[in-house]
């Protein structure tokens, strides 16, 4: 139902109707910071890269020959500007377990935003774990390289399809997955490198 949402959007918005357009922004803004936080684990880099996306998808709709596509086409554009915001910073992370990499009084945005919301913790020590655990989460996922890490988010965190993600990403679907695979493999080795756990956090599902 939200892919002929988006079609139908898509096609209005191609023939100028700037409700749809702005309609549409209003539907992903958020998907993709989250895609390009998850990223970059950096708030200003994200928004950035967010900005940029929605810029190039304005001037590039026309061009968009299958709506039904959208979905991927949005990624695609969202991938290589993350892509580019990082080859324009050159810069390095430091894996730090449980220092925030937010400036003070900031806080991540959760990763699950878009999920049903049926792991809601009964108190505020469960959630401080929740948050522990997906700050430990978003600086392992720097540690695997770019190919990996992206398909990882995509797939894992924004619910793709891997013949969705072989679009945006212009791969095979079988690379696709095998990007998948050793990106899960080496997440689990990161983690494990780091003694991180389900116990050692004291995380409860």
Known sequence: MQMVHDEMLVNKARNGDRK????LVNLWNNRIYNFAYKYFNDHDLAMEATQRTFIAVYKNLQKLEQPARFRSWLYRIASNNCHEEERRNKRRWTVSLFKSSQKAGEEAPPWGKYEKDTNRFANPDQQYQKTELEQVLHRALKEL?????IVVIMKEYEGLKFKEIAE?????????????YYGLNALRKV?????INKETIHYES
């Open 168 to 180: 945006a990403l212009d791969i095979s679907e079988n690379t696709a997955k095998s990007r998948m």
């Open 191 to 195: 983690l494990n490198k780091w003694n």
């Open 20 to 23: 749809a357009f702005n309609h």
């Open 145 to 149: 390289s770019e190919e990996q890490r």
